[in-house]
């Protein structure tokens, strides 16, 4: 302990400010990926391998076209509102929310009804799977929602409501489907894959309306707000192709696995994912917490401040990544026995996505660095490389080796990633993320 203090202690302000923020978030996150353990545990010996694998690509698809629907806007959101509240620009604030909220509303709506009229046919004509159907339909109806929590969202990480915005955004979902998974045990009600896609809408929609109603309690700028769309599509549009990309890179493995395989290998492959994806949670934290600190330095001019803060924050992260991949190695299959017997077939597959997860994690926050900084072109060049290398890798490792492919492929293509941008950060900023403090 007296150790660790004399650690902190060291660090420099900024860096000290991103432990402090990050530890809140963290503890809001830990809180809910524990409740979303155990809804999804509950999940597995509810409706089964095949159900899990049903929801998972329903959820997939669904979070496919969101990233159509948010044009790339959350970073944006994320660097603008940091600016603006470091210059106590509010009027920018409000200019910036007014404009993505109807941009991103009708983008949202009108994909929205074209899944509803598809449905049919994606599930039956593309996965052979006809249960998809209505588990597709209730998880479309609510990606308005899913939407516009993501808006508010963002504006939160914006304003430096790091914790806050965790909290609403996977705490409260999770509460709120685990709750109403619980009462319908408790009550006896048969717990069918269509009640579980009505229980997670739910979630979301409860979501939305928390975080709206919260950021409305926390910016009360009252002026005239301003429709701004060609400034933010011009930023957004580069960024656009790099979260559709890093989505399609993270998603089309499930999406794949259902086409050429079955729905139960996607619910082992689901499972496994959701446990080595809690290698990069502790990422995900620190990124919340640094894009509007990289934002506001890189705009302030301040690049060797901004240098220690990120590389200091790296090489925790490292450490992290090297103790969770052991972790899995030593417990990884009595863990996904949590699920049932069945799951533990999942093992190869998620040792295989854990190592992938630690070349994420170990990068640090070069994704991140290159959209604050002004390179995101970079970024979406980067990967839309490795996401065509992504589907062929993905086709014929399937073919043949089934999840396990899936999961190569998937470790393949981030290791590429994450060793591509941090060269490009190299020769952009002038550093290695993971270099000398």
Not at 103 to 130: A, R
Not at 174 to 201: E, H, M, P, Q
Not at 349 to 361: H, T, Y
Not at 409 to 419: D, G, R
Request: charged content about 10%; aromatic content about 10%; glycine content about 8%.
């Amino acid at each position: 302990m007296v150790y660790l203090k004399n650690k902190l202690l060291k660090l420099d302000n900024h860096t000290l400010e991103v432990v402090k923020k990050s530890s809140a978030s963290i503890a809001v996150k830990i809180g809910g990926m524990l409740i979303g353990l155990v809804v999804s545990i509950s999940l597995g010996y509810l409706i089964g391998a095949d159900g899990v694998g049903i929801i998972g690509l329903s959820n997939r698809i669904v979070s496919l076209l969101m990233v159509l629907a948010l044009l790339g806007l959350p970073q944006v959101i994320i660097k603008k509102v940091a600016i603006a509240k470091n210059e106590s620009n509010f009027q920018q604030i409000g200019d910036v929310l007014h404009t993505v909220n109807i941009v991103m509303g009708l983008l949202s709506f009108l994909l929205t009804i074209i899944l509803i009229v598809l449905s049919p046919w994606i599930s039956n004509y593309i996965f052979n799977e006809p249960s998809l159907v209505i588990p597709l339909i209730i998880s479309a109806i609510v990606m308005p929602a899913q939407v516009f929590s993501r808006i508010f969202g963002s504006a939160l990480v914006g304003y430096k409501k790091i914790w806050q915005s965790n909290l609403v955004d996977q705490t409260l979902s999770a509460v709120v489907t685990g709750s109403l998974l619980l009462i319908s045990w408790l009550c006896d009600v048969g717990i069918t894959v269509n009640l579980v896609a009505v229980f997670y809408a739910v979630g979301r929609i409860v979501v939305t309306i928390t975080v709206s109603g919260y950021w409305k309690t926390l910016y009360q700028f009252k002026g005239v707000k301003n429709f701004i769309s060609k400034e933010l599509l011009k930023t957004s549009i580069p960024l656009l192709f790099v979260s559709m990309t890093l989505l399609l890179a993270s998603s089309i493995d499930a999406i794949m696995l259902g086409w050429l395989s079955n729905v139960t290998e996607v619910g082992y492959y689901t499972i496994a994912l959701q446990l080595a994806l809690l290698t990069s949670f502790f990422l995900q934290v620190a990124n919340s917490v640094l894009m509007p600190k990289i934002a506001a330095l890189y705009s302030s001019k301040k690049l060797n401040e901004m240098r220690i803060m990120v590389q200091r924050t790296t090489h925790y992260l490292i450490l992290i990544g090297i103790l969770m991949v052991g972790l899995f190695i030593i417990i990884g299959k009595p863990l996904l026995g949590l699920w049932g017997e069945e799951f533990k077939q999942a093992f190869s597959i998620l040792i295989i996505l854990s190592i992938g997860q630690f070349f994420n994690i170990a990068s640090g926050p070069i994704g991140s660095l290159l959209i604050m900084c002004n390179y995101e072109k970079v970024l979406r060049n980067i990967t839309i490389t490795s996401l065509v290398l992504n589907v062929l890798l993905n086709y014929f490792l399937i073919k043949y080796y089934g999840a396990n492919g899936a999961a190569i492929a998937t470790a393949i293509t981030i290791a590429i990633i994450m060793v591509l941008s941090s060269f490009f950060v190299k020769i952009k900023l002038g550093f290695f993320a993971f270099g000398n403090k």
